[in-house]
DNA sequence: AATGAATGAGTCTTCATTCAT
DNA sequence: GATGAATGAAGACTCATTCAT
């Protein structure tokens, strides 16, 4: 899964949209600046020592909060793993969204998103490695969050992938769910890697490679 | 990292090497009958709750042994995964090396080894749950264990793309340790998305079209 | 090893230092009225019941909390039988240490302290069990604590005894330690047997007879 | 406490007594070899670890027999200790008896009484800590034993003193039940700082000076 | 008689969540 | 709104004891 995203503290123009509208209605009259406070907290714990080992006091503690004060911004404690997840989500699809939109070759369109990919979570260590390690768990014990959020990224890369086809820039004879499972595999991949091998490499910068070799190909010929 | 393997219950001819060698010496005097029944009851309960979710007395259950009988087979819980990530692997990596040894061509060996990958999971889907949901957190949570199993099936794939670039039928313009990931990734989200999907396509005759793209990429020309 | 002491709720004029400085920095913040109710409890229930017989859970209960909150005033049941022990001596030995202070004649502070001794068990049968029964068990099974407290009462008496052979009231050809041991050991074994006996004769009566028979054996004549 | 003994391997005459009839019925028809080898085991393994710490497999495994061979020659775990316990007690009375026997002098009784009570003790370590760190223990946890064994020393002692104080050669003017808890508890004393100090005084060579502190009191001038 | 694999009852401890202040 | 002390349900693990061999 592993999915790309930028937090609180990185949109531009789509900034206002997340900040004002955290994805619920949780943090109803709330501080918003407490609510994103939580949440950050609750990535860099989780990052450090994953989500079933990270305790809400912990994620309380790193926020300067009061234990019972996560309480109000957010139902339970797996509530603030689905909703860092999604904040996150949301974020960087829209920025996907509204940067590829602009473009008009499918192939220059892909290779944005993958640098997006990449430099959302290499910009954010901390929500890479929540997006890598947990997001899977999350798929099955979480609920269908991740699943429908990450649909709508398929989604995008494969409408891409079938407009390339249509314009007849890319291969019709494969399937553009596998193809775009294969980009988003590869990436994700590259990612996972990145994580475990604790950023021993520069994430951004093998974007290309990738996408390369998405588009031409192993074969020497 | 997902990753391919083959239960106890599959393996062909190389089954004797693998039965025999149970991974652990913890089994010393007991029953190895008991030991294997614990270690797929666990696999079950684990694909279908998740890790932490699983009661160590839902194993037991499951494997018609008291609660107690576990431990005369296993450290404690997070040796009951780590085993059946452990055994698991070792026979997939078994038998990945021998299948494509026997082959000359790079890109057959590849084409093999993607079948492989996918049968091994596709023909033990609870053993495909708990390697696509728990492995990563596995990588985390008990240690490095994973993570040197992993290395070993990389550095297969990366010893066959590199020969293949040698011989002179792969682009040598490619870090192998780019490729490797790339097709690694492409199998796996494959795996992925099989497994959240509940089986809703058949896997392993989706390994032609991932091996073929991996090969000749989207490109139209 | 049996040991005198007087619990929270005996002391006279030394209270204020003893209260005040619950032996523990564990009930930092929380209210220590609580702490000295679970420590109340728990002499009470390992008086009854032995400290290995003794349930977690059966001191909350008496103790009229829930049973996690035990822990956070105690790191885990050792703990609690530790600080009983440490809490309860640690009152004896000032109070010891002041009363037996104020006196000239050797031999009168060795006869107060007896009676202290006997009298700070006889006041709290509970604590006189737990310190006869359970004391020596800790020994070894606690950690060094209680040597360690019991070399100051020994430390205590022998001083006595050595400050009476240096002004001729006690023979000097007894070894100090000896002596002291024999004090310490005639009251221990009374403490002793009066508990096994459930308290069937009257315990501080008995100093004097004690004392008494300490005494003609150790005057110079 | 703490009670002299002896254990089975150092009576001379009396040792056809006491060997069989191994204090119990539970040894029934089974060798007596083993029975003595698992009790001998069992004081060593109880004087390292405490007898809660003391598995019964730890027992089994010291003495070279399989677990459950254990239950053949005691009904269960606290029967061992039961039996340890009681089986060194009923040498060192017997032995205590007709030694003093054949003594005139009360006094010289005790002083003999007092050499045989450390000899006993330090002729076997191990089961002078069983005796100084579990048999107070064991006096409420596993009934009323060590109590009814303990009278009858007392008694032994108590009748030494009485019949002293009847020929004129002891003081009438003390209880015969408070010199011996004096006696008793001076010697108790000087094995558990012996046990405690881990042998690091000569602990035979004490007696004397003990004895000669409790007469020079008792005495009738 | 001896074995030792199997049993399963028993308990300490953790930690998400609540709620009185 | 904020606090954090209190709660108590839940579960991994141990080990005395049994019994089929």
Redesign the interface.
């Known amino acids: ?1 592993g999915v790309p995203l930028k937090s609180d503290s990185g949109a531009d123009e789509t900034k206002a949209t997340l900040k004002p509208t955290p994805e619920a209605s949780e943090a109803a009259g709330k501080k918003p600046e407490k609510y994103q406070r939580i949440l950050d907290a609750a990535i860099e714990v989780i990052a450090e020592k ?1 989500f ?2 990270s305790r809400v006091s912990d994620i309380a503690l790193r926020a300067g909060v009061a234990d019972g004060t996560v309480y109000l911004y957010f139902k339970n404690k797996d509530q603030i793993l689905m909703s860092a997840l999604n904040s996150a989500f949301t974020a960087f699809i829209e920025k996907a969204r509204s940067e590829t939109g602009r473009l008009d070759s499918a192939a220059e369109r892909l290779r944005i998103l993958a640098q997006l990919h990449l430099a959302a979570l290499a910009r954010n260590p901390s929500l890479a490695v929540v997006f ?3 997001l ?2 999350s ?3 979480l609920g269908e969050f991740s ?1 429908h959020r990450l649909v709508e990224y398929f989604d995008l890369i494969r409408g891409i ?1 079938r407009d ?1 086809q249509e314009k ?4 019709s004879d ?2 553009d769910r ?2 775009a ?2 980009l ?7 990612v ?2 990145w994580v ?1 091998r604790r950023h021993d490499f520069d994430l951004v910068s ?1 974007a290309d ?2 996408v ?9 010929r």
């Open positions: 899964m994953g079933v080992n890598q390690m947990e899977r768990q798929a099955r014990i699943q992938i390339g007849g820039t890319f291969r494969v399937s596998i193809a499972s294969c988003f595999g590869s990436l994700d991949e590259l996972t890697a475990l093998k490679a990738v390369d070799l998405f588009f031409r190909g192993i074969d020497a």
